[in-house]
């Protein structure tokens, strides 16, 4: 257990549904980073927040995608009308922001199912 | 952007052989690779990270290298226990938002 939580662990939806997934990160830890991971390859970046601040976004994050971190410390990622070609586990890391600590953290992840 | 190819996709050894997983990355900007092992149904977990300023580094038995001329890094597990079974990936990172890119994972299996 590296101390970040996602919720929840799975989620089972039909096309065109929107899901919303949560994560929280490790209390004293201002970056925060979310990465979608298809079966058989690595994770892919999503999107990056310092503090509530969110600082970059794929291209992957097309405009059905939307995260926000409105305080500073837990982030949500919602899908809307969701595609079959979202299934995929959803995974949450978070890091310092100090100068040079490059370590990222990761969750258990959200397995989306889009039926 | 950063595009990192690893290899082998798969790896079976032996119980108490040597694996080895290499890794090339395309952005010379790029200066701190961690390598990352990943069990099913969970997230990946940090194993060993390097610096682009070390050209190695070892923890027991996990070791890595770098050479930053050619743009490649390797991990090396020695005397490979059953546990050591699961996807490894490698990664670098670049950039001034810390954004890692991934390897595309190695599965390797310790045969008892």
């Known amino acids: 257990d590296t101390g970040v939580s996602q919720d929840p662990r799975h989620k089972i939806t039909k096309r065109g549904q929107n899901v919303t997934f949560r994560c929280d990160p490790i209390s004293e830890h201002n970056r925060l980073y979310w990465y979608r991971q298809t079966l058989g390859q690595g994770p892919e970046f999503l999107t990056y927040f310092q503090n509530e601040a969110q600082l970059e976004k794929s291209r992957l994050l097309s405009d059905r995608f939307s995260a926000e971190r409105p305080k500073g410390s837990f982030s949500t990622l919602e899908i809307q009308r969701t595609e079959q070609g979202d299934s995929a586990m959803y995974l949450c890391?978070?890091?310092?922001?100090?100068?040079?600590?490059?370590?990222?953290?990761f969750g258990p992840g959200t397995r989306l199912t889009v039926l | 952007g950063e595009n990192v190819e690893q290899h082998p996709s798969t790896l079976s050894v032996q119980e108490g052989d040597s694996a080895v997983i290499k890794c090339t990355y395309s952005d010379s900007a790029s200066n701190y690779f961690p390598w990352y092992k990943q069990e099913l149904g969970k997230g990946p977990q940090l194993i060993i990270d390097?610096?682009?300023?070390?050209g190695e580094k070892k923890d027991q038995r996990i070791a890595v290298t770098l050479n930053k001329t050619a743009k490649h890094f390797s991990l090396h597990i020695t005397e490979t226990q059953p546990e050591d079974s699961a996807v490894y990936f490698c990664a670098a990172l670049s950039g001034g938002y810390q954004k890692v890119t991934f390897g595309t994972g190695t599965k390797l299996q310790v045969i008892p």
């Open positions: 890391a978070s890091s310092l922001g100090l100068a040079n600590y490059n370590e990222q953290f």
């Open positions: 390097i610096r682009s300023n070390v």
